[in-house]
């Protein structure tokens, strides 16, 4: 009977005018799911129109509803996601509102971060915004960037760039605000000129730390953008330069961003004459997490025969898939410390799933090594599983070898 004329008593016209489509219903099969469509079709106040207008819904989400309601199936695209969670909550249908926030959590990254941020603030889903924070906090220069941001809403902007733990430089903050601004401005379709961005910011503009910028980038941008009156930006030059600094209207004290968190997966390292050379081959570990996480870097091991330089490649894939890689290289001092690579931005580790950490290294060959390796250990709330990887021809391995340390922003630890 679902989207069926057959002994329909019910007709919804849905959608917005000239894009609307004629949905045929069963009142009682909708009276049997919903409060509100009980209320409306049975309710005190019931009206007998045969013909429904629902002009605010899409007609895709609309069928996504009545769906579930008919056939118990719950068929969700990404394209429809967040209108079908607006009519699942319209018409209270709490079991479908679940699925499409669970659907939006899984598909989460760091591109629709701000906007389902903005959307999860909307319909007070409290756990969704935890995880879009998780994200914007974490990789917030790819948040800050991506497409999405500049459709948020004031109240969300605010949010965002007066967040303690956005974890990005603070150029990238003042960019992505600008942007947003110039996005503001085509909205309400007046004319894109400075005065007219800081008029849209308003208050917001307060909320960026120009201090926190260097002295070269503050010139080469913000100073030069006419969104500063020349008082403030004379100020913010006196305040990076000036032993006797002014009065500045702007935060003066920097974000505090994440902490990272390490996971040591061995629990001693040694070193042997001709044990562990180096020869440009790969180390290599598989390693699964139970709550998403961030990865950063690596910490690798160093030389045993004395200080040396290294070049070495970072690489992580999934399913074979390569999500980052990084060229760089570090100074040994000869110890059995670790020695932090870090990739360009954070990576998003889902949990439940096996991820490959490689390195490979080129530079003095004998190195420590570790040992006592262990298959499972957890660093706060995070439990990590690790396994041997195929791809490793070094001989790294769970028991011993190279990677001792993933480098990672997570839920925080709990002491």
């Not at 004329?5 to 609307?20: E, K, N, W, Y």
């Not at 903005?118 to 007070?124: A, D, K, P, V």
Request: aromatic share 12%; glycine share 6%; net charge negative.
């Amino acid at each position: 009977m679902f989207n069926n004329h057959l002994m329909a008593d019910i007709i919804f016209i849905v959608g917005s005018p000239g894009h609307t489509q004629t949905i045929p219903a069963h009142k009682y099969v909708l009276a049997t799911g919903s409060s509100v469509f009980y209320a409306m079709f049975y309710g005190g106040l019931a009206e007998n129109n045969r013909d429904i207008e629902v002009p605010d819904v899409e007609p895709a989400a609309f069928l996504a509803l009545l769906r579930y309601m008919y056939c118990d199936e719950v068929l969700l695209e990404a394209d429809t996601v967040l209108a079908t969670l607006y009519v699942a909550k319209k018409y209270i249908v709490p079991h479908l509102a679940r699925a499409c926030v669970s659907y939006l959590e899984t598909s989460l990254t760091a591109k629709n971060a701000c906007l389902l941020l903005s959307q999860s603030r909307l319909f007070e889903e409290p756990d969704l915004m935890q995880r879009c924070w998780e994200v914007i906090d974490a990789q917030a220069e790819m948040a800050l960037r991506s497409e999405g941001f500049v459709d948020i809403d004031f109240n969300t902007l605010e949010s965002v760039i007066s967040r303690e733990t956005l974890n990005c430089k603070e150029i990238h903050v003042w960019d992505a605000t600008l942007r947003w601004a110039s996005a503001e401005c085509m909205r309400q379709d007046i004319e894109m000129k400075p005065t007219n961005q800081r008029k849209l910011l308003g208050k917001a503009l307060y909320l960026i730390r120009l201090s926190a910028m260097s002295l070269e980038e503050f010139a080469n941008s913000a100073a030069q953008s006419g969104i500063l009156t020349q008082q403030e930006t004379i100020d913010a030059f006196l305040y990076f330069t000036a032993s006797n600094k002014p009065q500045f209207s702007f935060p003066t004290r920097p974000r505090q961003g994440l902490k990272t968190q390490i996971c040591h997966r061995f629990q001693s390292c040694a070193y042997r004459s001709n044990q562990w050379r180096y020869r440009g081959r790969c180390d290599s570990i598989q390693f699964c997490v139970d709550k998403r996480i961030f990865v950063v870097g690596f910490g690798l091991y160093g030389s045993s025969s004395g200080a040396a330089e290294y070049s070495v490649r970072i690489e992580l894939k999934r399913l074979g898939c390569v999500l980052s890689e990084n060229s760089t290289k570090f100074f040994s001092d000869g110890s059995s410390s670790t020695f932090h690579v870090y990739f360009e931005n954070p990576i998003q580790i889902e949990p439940e799933t096996f991820y490959t950490a490689s390195a490979i290294l080129d530079g003095g060959e004998l190195s420590y090594f570790g040992q006592d390796g262990m298959s499972e250990t957890t660093v706060g709330s995070v439990n990590f599983t690790f396994q041997c990887s195929s791809e490793s021809t070094n001989g790294t391995g769970v028991q011993g070898g190279q990677i001792p340390e993933l480098i990672f922003y997570g839920p925080p630890s709990e002491d």
